[in-house]
C-alpha cells in the first residue's frame, strides 16, 4: 500500500491533500500547516497539507495491516553487544568524558505482505494497544517517510513565543521500582535541556515548572520534567532546531561528547526514532514535536522486501547496571512489538505478549 496518498494525524487531527515538501526549516516560519519528520541524524522533512481537520482514530481495518512475525525481529546491538556498550560507556563517565549517554539499538524485521504495509493502519492499532499523547501517523511514500509512532515524549510545543520541552528520563514497571539514578539522570537531562533552550530564549526567561513528575503510560511508569521559555525575537524555527536537536534526552550529557560516543558504539542509523515528529501550524504560530520514541517505520530500500523498524534504548550513567539497562529496552519494546506482530492482547503482562519468543537475547519478551 506504499501508493496511499500522503496523509499526516496527530491525535485526533488528520491533515491531507498535499501542497508541497521540503527539507529547509525556514518554511516552518512562512505560512500553512506542515507535518514534520527529522531523523536523529539531520534529515528534515517537511510536508504542508492543504486540508486540516478533527477526526478520531479509526477502528483497524482488515487486511490494512499485516505485521511481520513476532519471532522475526532481530536487533542492531545483541544483549552481549549492548551490555558491553553499558559497560564502555561506564568507562567513559569514570574518565570524566561524559556524565550520561543514551544507548540505543534498531529492531527490524521483514514485512511478509508488501501490500498491507499502512502506517496508518499501525496507527491505528497503537491507538488501542498503546495509547500515548503524542501518536500519530506521517504518511509520504514518495518522499521515503512512513511513520507510525506512540511517543509519550514532547520534544518541543510551541505557543507564540513561548517553548516548552518535556524530557522523559526515568522508566520503570512501577513507581516503587524506579531508582535514585532515574531522578539522578533526569535532573541532569533537564539542566541540558535548559542550556539548549537558554541559547535561543530570551535572558532569564527559562523556568523548570515541574521537576521529575511521576506520569503512568501502558505497561510502565516515567519521570518527566517540564522547560518552558520565551523565545528570543530573533530566533525563529531555524534555530529554535539547530540549538536543540537532536533532543537532549536521547542523546546524553554533555551532549557533543554523548554523541561521538554514540556513534562509536551503534551500529545503525536510528533514523526517525529518537529525532522528532509532530506538527507546525505556521498561520496560528502553534506547534507540537514530539521525540520519535516508541516509534515505528518502514524501510523500503529493498522494495521486494520492506523492512519494518523500531528503536529502543536506555540512559546509562554511572549507577547503571548493564543487565538492568538491557531489560529497561527489553521493557519499552515488548509491548509495542507484539502489537504490531499481532499478537499482543489486552490484559498480556507486557513482559511476555503472546507468541512472542525471544530474539538475540531476548528481545520480545
Known amino acids: 500500500m506504499h501508493d496511499l496518498p ?19 526549516p525556514e518554511a516552518l516560519d512562512s505560512t500553512g500547516f506542515w507535518a514534520v519528520a527529522a531523523d536523529f541524524e539531520g534529515r528534515l522533512t517537511c510536508a504542508r497539507f492543504e486540508d486540516v481537520r478533527t477526526e478520531p482514530v479509526p477502528p483497524p481495518v482488515p487486511g490494512r495491516w499485516a505485521g511481520p512475525g513476532a519471532g522475526e525481529w532481530t536487533s542492531s546491538l545483541d544483549h552481549a553487544a549492548y551490555t558491553k556498550g553499558v559497560r564502555r560507556i561506564r568507562e567513559y563517565i569514570a574518565a570524566g568524558d561524559v556524565y550520561q549517554v543514551n544507548l540505543c539499538r534498531v529492531l527490524s524485521a521483514p514485512l511478509p505482505e508488501p501490500a498491507a504495509t499502512d502506517v496508518d493502519a499501525l496507527t491505528a492499532l497503537l491507538a488501542r494497544g498503546n495509547p500515548a499523547p503524542y501518536a500519530g501517523t506521517i504518511r509520504l511514500p514518495a518522499h521515503g517517510v512512513e511513520i507510525a509512532t506512540a511517543s509519550p515524549e514532547l520534544y518541543l510545543r510551541r505557543t507564540g513565543r513561548t517553548v516548552e520541552s518535556g524530557p522523559i528520563k526515568g522508566t520503570a514497571r512501577t513507581a516503587g521500582e524506579l531508582l535514585a539514578k532515574d531522578h539522578a539522570e533526569n535532573v541532569m537531562i533537564v539542566d541540558l535541556v535548559r542550556n539548549d533552550l537558554g541559547r535561543v530564549c530570551a535572558t532569564g526567561t527559562v523556568t523548570v515548572p515541574a521537576l521529575c ?83 515505528f517505520w518502514i524501510d523500503r530500500a529493498t522494495p521486494a522486501r520492506p523492512l519494518l523498524r523500531f528503536g529502543t534504548g536506555a540512559g546509562i550513567t554511572w549507577g547503571s547496571d548493564p543487565e538492568g539497562e538491557w531489560r529497561e529496552t527489553e521493557l519499552k519494546a515488548s509491548r509495542l512489538l507484539a502489537i504490531a506482530s499481532g499478537v499482543y492482547e489486552p490484559g498480556d503482562r507486557d513482559r511476555e505478549p503472546t507468541g512472542a519468543r525471544p530474539v538475540n537475547g531476548g528481545i520480545a519478551r
Open 213 to 295: 513528575a511521576l506520569e503512568p503510560h501502558p505497561g510502565l511508569v516515567h519521570l518527566v520534567s517540564t522547560v518552558r521559555g520565551e523565545l528570543a525575537a530573533t530566533a525563529g524555527w531555524p534555530e529554535l532546531l539547530r540549538a536543540t536537536f537532536p533532543p537532549g534526552s536521547v542523546t546524553g550529557a554533555p551532549k557533543s561528547s554523548a554523541l561521538t560516543i554514540i556513534e562509536e558504539l551503534e551500529t545503525a542509523p536510528r533514523g526517525p526514532y529518537c529525532g522528532g515528529v509532530g506538527w507546525v501550524d505556521a498561520d496560528r504560530g502553534t506547534a507540537e514535536l514530539a521525540v520519535g520514541i516508541r516509534t
Open 6 to 24: 500522503a496523509l499526516a494525524r496527530f491525535g485526533g487531527l488528520v491533515a491531507s491533500g498535499l501542497r508541497d515538501v521540503t527539507h529547509d
